[in-house]
């Protein structure tokens, strides 16, 4: 049965195999430093089910310590001068979306008809990971597709790759913390406090206080920890479950997938989300840093409203 632990070796072989080109690029001044942390990340992926927790835990101070020591150096210049890239770009036209559509295609496909899927009594994919795992097997497709495609040479993916890694350093790590910090919060019991301070100074005896409450819960704690991840499971454990759920009766599946979304309105209206609003800034070379996020608060407000009306009409339907 393919579970998990397949997204978790495509990741450990992808960022091992940019460490190596990094350790092997002698024009870089900062390789030994930038390949030691896409090393230690890889490990953590590639072994980190089966290593003690103690383990794992040093493995990332390390990567902190070679961040915070070492300083990480920046992306590498572009193999190809930009006139190269036009003119490739308006031969292929908008044929180049094919890779990129290729994935929400084949992991629609896959989340759909994989779980139906079984050989001798075993189904052929863990059917509580179905869609991740989908994900990671369109990714392997649309890199076929894309090399089929396009014919780059042998090493031009992992060496792309590594540009754009290099390009986001260590906030690629941001979503994977932020997401293990939101269940530590939920395993400490921050949930209920969280509540509680809700309860005693808002009024929710009533539906639609609750559901404001949870949609806007999610947003601001999202802002705060700069993740809708980390946010889901303590507004969901102190507001969504608790009271839109529990005691008005709404539907969980509603409440949780509209609560997510809910928290992602808060993604686009903070720093804390380096990945999302900072990294794109950088990569683009814009000189002011939140130009992103004030581009993004109109829309992230109106979305928030949207959500909150949403899930006031259809999360007490069931």
């Known amino acids: 049965m393919i579970t998990l632990e397949f997204v978790y070796a495509l990741m450990g072989v992808m960022l091992a195999g940019i460490a190596i080109v990094n350790l092997r690029d002698s024009t870089s001044a900062k390789r030994y430093v930038n390949a030691a942390f896409w090393g230690l990340y890889s490990v953590t992926f590639l ?88 994900l990671g097997l369109a990714t392997v497709v649309a890199l076929i597709v894309g090399v089929v495609m396009l014919r780059p040479a042998a090493s031009g993916p992992i060496v792309e790759a590594r540009r754009l890694m290099d390009a986001v350093g260590w906030a690629a790590v941001l979503p994977q913390t932020l997401a293990a910090l939101g269940a530590m919060f939920a395993l400490a019991g921050v949930g209920p406090i969280i509540a509680g301070i809700v309860q005693r100074w808002i009024p929710l005896d009533t539906p639609i206080a609750a559901v404001t409450a949870y949609t806007l819960g999610m947003a601001l704690f999202t802002v705060i920890m700069g993740n809708a991840f980390a946010a889901f499971p303590v507004m969901t454990a102190g507001i969504g479950l608790p009271l839109v759920v529990n005691h008005f009766g709404g539907n969980v599946t509603v409440a949780a997938a509209v609560g ?39 829309t992230a407000l109106l979305m928030l409203v949207a959500n909150t009306a949403i899930m006031y009409l259809f999360v007490f339907h069931k």
């Open 47 to 134: 072994a980190g089910s089966h290593l003690p927790n103690l383990l794992n835990g040093l493995i990332v101070i390390a990567m902190v310590l070679v961040t915070t020591i070492g300083k990480l150096g920046g992306a590498p210049a572009e193999q190809s001068t930009r006139a190269e890239r036009e003119a490739s770009a308006a031969a292929w036209g908008n044929r180049l979306f094919v890779p990129a559509l290729t994935i929400p295609a084949v992991t629609l496909l896959g989340t759909l008809t994989l779980k139906y899927i079984v050989i001798r009594g075993t189904p052929l994919v863990d059917p509580k990971q179905v869609t991740l795992i989908s």
């Open 260 to 298: 997510m979304l809910s928290g992602f309105c808060g993604t686009l209206m903070t720093p804390m989300a380096a990945n999302f609003n900072i990294v794109p800034v950088a990569l683009l070379e814009i000189p002011d840093e939140y130009a992103v996020i004030r581009a993004q608060i109109p």
